[in-house]
């Protein structure tokens, strides 16, 4: 089944405890996209990916980083997180970029930061 | 960035009654998209559609890019349609999507 699989999906931390949020799509697909989602604020891109080792920011990039050493695989990593980055996560993927394809989400990582 | 409005902000339904959503862009786009997002926070692709008209099932959607709007047309609605409603437009030589901010319906038995 082609889907978009993220891990974990809930998640409560701690201010400044490092962690990554991972994503894996089986669709081969080059473009992939990490969203966060706040209420009022609707969908808003952190990172995105058009291929193996090509990143670059979204509009919210602060606290965040990315990297894609693998085509299937682009992980969120949040180096210290903060009480704002309390969010709804969402990656999602496509086949050739935002440009051109329909977009896949995965299930959405909801991430709680005390 | 590029400015995306979806109206109306809220709209509560009777099962079996038709409806419009509407977005609006504010500059010329290549890419526009509808999704749903369930009241389980699944987000699920309904349309790719830049230009031109679209049906699946109960579902149409129609975008007028010249004109910078897009309409998604709910006939017969069902509880099932419930959830929110977003619309993504994407720029010529951008790699990004602009989302809306929803629209949330409410389909009442």
């Known amino acids: 089944e082609a889907q978009v699989t993220q891990n974990p999906r809930y998640l409560i931390t701690v201010t400044g405890k490092k962690l990554t949020v991972t994503c894996s799509q089986n669709m081969n697909h080059e473009y992939m996209s990490w969203y966060r989602q706040d209420p009022g604020l609707g969908l808003r891109q952190i990172y995105y990916?058009?291929?193996?080792?090509?990143?670059d920011k979204g509009d919210v990039p602060e606290g965040y980083k990315v990297s894609r050493k693998e085509k299937r695989n682009f992980p969120l990593i949040l180096e210290s997180p903060s009480p704002n980055q309390t969010s709804l996560y969402f990656c999602a993927s496509s086949y050739r970029g935002a440009r051109t394809g329909e977009l896949f989400f995965g299930e959405g990582s909801r991430l709680t930061v005390l | 960035g590029i400015q995306v409005e979806q109206s109306p902000p809220d709209l509560i339904l009777q099962e079996g009654a038709n409806s419009t959503l509407r977005c609006n862009f504010s500059?010329?786009?290549?890419?526009l998209q509808w999704f749903h997002q369930n009241p389980w926070g699944q987000l699920i692709n309904l349309f790719y559609i830049p230009s031109g008209t679209k049906q699946n099932g109960r579902l149409s959607a129609t975008t007028v890019a010249t004109e910078r709007y897009s309409l998604l047309y709910i006939s017969s609605s069902q509880t099932t349609d419930s959830g929110v409603y977003f619309c993504a437009v994407g720029q010529t030589g951008a790699n990004n999507l602009f989302f809306g901010t929803g629209t949330r319906l409410t389909v009442i038995p």
């Open positions: 500059d010329s786009v290549n890419n």
């Open positions: 990916s058009m291929n193996v080792e090509v990143t």
